[in-house]
């Protein structure tokens, strides 16, 4: 009940802030109202050019189109008006009952009408096309939070109970797999955590008494007793959440680019029209007038462009949610990318084998992936993965144990298998000269697991969080657009942070970094006047992507919390289609300026020619067809706009090495060997 309350105050505030934002009425668009009302309209074109007798049944249906599909318009430039304000739908709403009563032939008038007020419908429904961010937010990142926690009781026992109902103080029992319902400090035990979602930290985090938990992070291992030190809103989680309404809140509205030229494009053909009748006192030319004036170009000019451009983006795997963006991106100067998720895979992968002695590469990876087999670790799975993709078999691992944080022993072929870390080798009695074989550094993001057999350290098995093969390509790509800054701001460490930049060639690098700071460094940037884009995947970017003029979420890989919070996501995680969206937009652009241009010249032409006495009420509907014709078929330039971009899929076969089953060449997703 408390959620369902909340999301509907929230759900209120939203309208009420947008009704306020926009100022006038919006149309309520109903798809299935517009289905209808076209198929009246289709059927009496049909009719009229199949049946000679058919003009009674052709203007019946053309009627019934007409008052289906402009009823909301009407409607809604009355409430307009009694609110006292002057927009688009009141000049709208004139043109269709103008329309509606012109000409020589009624049928003509109809389905004028009915036209005008279709594409003014489809326009509206093109621009209410963006998702609730803040409330579709607020319930993933609900759902994140474990309703239940594990309570321990005075006597050492546990109880479950709601995780609201945690206070301060409460120590709380966390089991392996379980996501932790409150920020704590843990009092016994040792565990690995993913915590990618809160600090963005691409490898687990190993953990021991005195350390910090956070709220929605996992335990991966080990049992742990927790001290509760933040609960409920208080929590950092909790924090992420109001960051994100708060940054909602504070969004500036995008303006409708029609409404601005309707706040003076309204008054003027209303005085026009009184004007002409004034001086001839032809109501036929008033009507003229008016229907020459309707503003289709206008209507059309931007929901036809932004249509060919949704299409042209959605074809290279990009979803635009808010179409505002189209424009919106032209504008973009600076780019904040987060790193795990984002630049990088976000996922553990094998980066060196490292065989000792006379041990084959394929071998040792038998050996440790073999051990591991049932383990539920991120470790576990990057050497799984490797194997499954080289075609290496797996064996039966027998008297699997496991020891929270430091290792694993398992029975393997008869041999016994030890893997862990270089002190869990040392603690099973394994000779430590194996130690100086490393020659990779785990500060800079590197995880090292040694494996032993009977007693003898066989090799090593370097892992880490990939960078995406096109990351450089794309920043780069960024930079030729125009863009002034580009920084990648992240959670996790400094030196992993450093190494990632150097491989990408990002010259600006903000680490350790709390959502909060990451909202702080957005704040900043866009105080400094740049237009700020965010890219992100998890929930610790979600309130940056809400703060920015423009949030990007890795839409195949990220949480739903980012991608209900951007508003524009990439499908198939392909950072090069950044400057394709930059340049995409920089056109979408000028042909809407070009088709607002053509609009002012054809209606001014119009009002003359309609004046004078030049035209009739149906040479007027077919002139505005004609230029709405026009500006559509201008619009439709974009859709084949980033065709020479689309993927194509090129089959290579690679040798392997007949000794081991490995393949010859590197694993393209493994790291070159440093010299």
């Known amino acids: 009940m408390q959620v369902t309350s909340l999301l509907t105050r929230e759900e209120h505030a939203d309208h009420d802030h947008d009704q306020h934002d926009h100022g006038h009425e919006h149309i309520p668009v109903r798809l299935w109202q517009i289905m209808f009302g076209v198929i009246f309209i289709a059927n009496s074109y049909l009719v009229e050019w199949m049946f000679e007798k058919g003009s009674m049944v052709a203007g019946l249906s053309a009627m019934v189109g007409a008052v289906i599909l ?58 209410t096309r963006t998702a609730a961010g803040a409330r579709a937010s607020i319930e993933s990142l609900i759902k994140l939070t474990p309703t239940k926690a594990r309570r321990i009781t005075t006597n050492n026992g546990e109880e479950e109970v709601a995780a609201r109902d945690l206070a301060v103080g409460d120590v709380i029992r966390i089991r392996p797999g379980d996501n932790v319902a409150a920020d704590g400090v843990i009092v016994s035990g040792q565990g690995s955590f993913n915590q990618a979602n809160i600090t963005g930290e691409s490898l687990p985090v190993d953990k021991k008494p005195g350390d910090e938990v956070f709220a929605g992070t996992q335990n991966l291992t080990g049992v742990l007793e927790v001290k509760v030190t933040r609960a409920g809103q208080d929590t950092t989680l909790g924090r992420v959440r109001e960051l994100i309404l708060a940054a909602e809140k504070t969004k500036l509205p995008i303006m409708r680019i029609i409404d601005q030229y309707m706040v003076f494009y309204t008054p003027l053909v209303l005085v026009l029209g009184a004007l002409v009748w004034a001086f001839t006192r032809d109501l036929n030319r008033v009507i003229t007038v008016l229907v020459v004036a309707c503003p289709c170009a206008f209507i059309l000019a931007s929901p036809t462009a932004m249509v060919a451009a949704l299409s042209a983006a959605a074809r290279l795997g990009i979803l635009i949610k808010n179409v505002g963006d189209i424009e919106l991106a032209a504008r973009i100067n600076a780019f904040i990318f987060d790193k795990t998720g984002t630049l990088t895979t976000g996922r553990l992968a094998v980066s060196r084998l490292a065989p000792l002695g006379e041990t084959k590469p394929a071998e040792l990876l038998r050996l440790a992936a073999s051990a591991e087999k049932y383990r539920n670790h991120p470790t576990a799975k990057a050497l799984a993965q490797l194997a499954e993709e080289a075609g290496v078999p797996l064996a ?61 350290c066989i090799g090593w098995v370097g892992l880490q969080d990939q960078t995406r093969a096109e990351a450089r390509e794309a ?158 078929f201008n619009s439709a330039r974009l859709v084949r706009i980033g065709e020479e971009l689309e993927p194509f899929q090129a089959v290579r076969a690679e040798p392997t090495d007949q000794g081991t089953g490995l393949k010859s060449e590197p694993v393209p997703r493994l790291a070159p060997r440093p010299a």
């Open 70 to 127: 402009g009823w909301p318009i009407v409607v809604t430039a009355l409430k307009d008006i009694r609110r006292g304000i002057l927009s688009i739908n009141e000049l709208v709403a004139i043109a269709v009952l103008a329309a509606f009563g012109s000409g020589e032939s009624q049928i003509g008038g109809y389905q004028t009408a009915g036209i005008i007020a279709f594409f003014m419908l489809l326009g509206e429904l093109i621009e």
């Open 475 to 632: 920043l780069v790509g960024l930079k030729e657009t125009g863009v002034r800054r580009i920084a990648m701001v992240t959670g996790d460490r400094q030196p992993v942070a450093s190494r990632v930049a150097r491989e990408i060639g990002c010259e600006e690098v903000v680490a350790e970094c709390l959502p909060q700071n990451k909202v702080e460094f957005v704040r900043q940037m866009k105080e400094r006047g740049y237009r700020v884009a965010v890219v992100g995947d998890g929930v610790n970017d979600a309130a940056a992507l809400a703060a920015c003029d423009m949030g990007i979420a890795m839409c195949a890989a990220g949480s739903e919390v980012a991608i209900h919070s951007a508003t524009t996501a990439l499908m198939n995680n392909d950072l090069r289609r950044l400057p394709f969206l930059v340049k995409l937009s920089r056109q979408t652009r000028g042909v809407i300026n070009q088709n607002f241009l053509f609009g002012v010249f054809f209606s001014i032409g119009g009002w003359t020619a309609g004046a004078f006495g030049y035209l009739n009420p149906i040479i007027a509907a077919i002139m505005h067809n004609v230029g709405s014709l026009i500006v559509v």
């Open 396 to 456: 039966e691992p027998k008297d699997f144990a496991e020891s929270a944080v430091r290792g694993i022993k398992a029975g393997v072929d008869g041999a016994e298998i030890v893997i862990g870390r270089a002190q869990w080798l040392k603690d099973n009695r394994i000779p430590d000269d194996f130690v100086k074989s490393a020659d990779l550094n785990e500060t800079e993001g590197f995880s090292l697991i040694f494996v032993a057999r009977n007693g003898q």
